[in-house]
């Protein structure tokens, strides 16, 4: 069965990085882009952007540019969320989410990652 | 961008009543050539992630139970659940994929009145 399994909560200083993954299973992960998603705290779902599997090109929505990076390692199926010099508005629940190529909904979520940032 | 807004932002519904949810987009999200509109609608639980009901604004996911259907075109969109379980308790999500970025709506939570 499909499945996204996501790396565990953080919790990092301001100024940190930190890197999420989520790993695929269940089906071929080239067949899908990956799209990421940010829940602020009690907030609703934004759309962070989405990378392409096939050619790991991404595409980043406006207000996620510069420090925030999406990466793939395919050998393992896994994408990667990285996020560098943390504030405490990065604090947030982070989900990655499959698309079926060229039809931009996501049909299967990652449990989340939460990222908690603190001095 | 193309903005989208949901109404109510919460809904309070008896048992095996009707809830309705709507959602619009500040800009028609229909595609001429297909005559699609490329609008999803989510429920998230508590804690939980979110989870697609519908797609192209009106087909069910697989698995989905029939007492969800989406109703819509262009701009204004529905998403209405028939007869309100328990379990339907949840914040529902409307999303756009018609242009990047593919934005969400703010949410309505349901509730059992």
């Known amino acids: 069965q499909v499945q996204l399994v996501q790396s565990g909560s953080e919790l990092k200083k301001p100024g940190a990085s930190v890197k999420v993954s989520c790993k695929a299973s269940?089906?071929?992960?080239?067949?899908?882009?990956v799209n990421w998603v940010r829940q602020a705290p009690g907030q609703g779902l934004e759309w962070m952007g989405w990378?392409?599997?096939?050619?790991?090109?991404?595409t980043y929505a406006q207000g996620f540019t510069g420090r925030f990076v999406f990466s793939l390692d395919t050998s393992v199926s896994t994408a990667y969320l990285q996020i560098s010099s943390l504030t405490a508005e990065d604090t947030a629940v982070y989900y990655c989410?499959?698309?079926?190529?060229?039809?931009?909904?996501?049909?299967?979520w990652g449990q989340g990652t939460l990222v908690t940032v603190s001095s | 961008d193309i903005v989208m807004t949901q109404s109510p932002d919460s809904l309070a519904v008896s048992l095996g009543e009707r809830a309705t949810i709507n959602c619009k987009s500040s800009?028609?999200?229909?595609?001429?050539?297909?005559?699609?509109?490329?609008l999803a609608w989510f429920q998230q639980k508590p804690g939980q992630p979110p989870k697609l009901l519908i797609y192209?604004?009106?087909t069910r996911e697989s698995g989905v139970p029939d007492r969800f259907s989406g109703s819509g075109s262009g701009t204004d969109f529905t998403l209405t659940i028939s007869s309100l379980q328990a379990e339907d308790v949840a914040v529902y999500y409307c999303?756009?994929?018609?242009?990047?970025?593919?934005?969400f709506g703010p949410g309505t939570k349901v509730d059992i009145k």
């Open positions: 192209w604004a009106s």
């Open positions: 989410a499959r698309c079926p190529t060229a039809q931009n909904f996501p049909d299967y």
């Open positions: 269940g089906y071929t992960f080239i067949s899908h882009t």
């Open positions: 999303q756009q994929y018609y242009g990047s970025p593919f934005t």
């Open positions: 990378i392409n599997t096939n050619t790991g090109n991404p």
């Open positions: 800009q028609s999200v229909l595609y001429s050539s297909n005559n699609k509109s490329f």
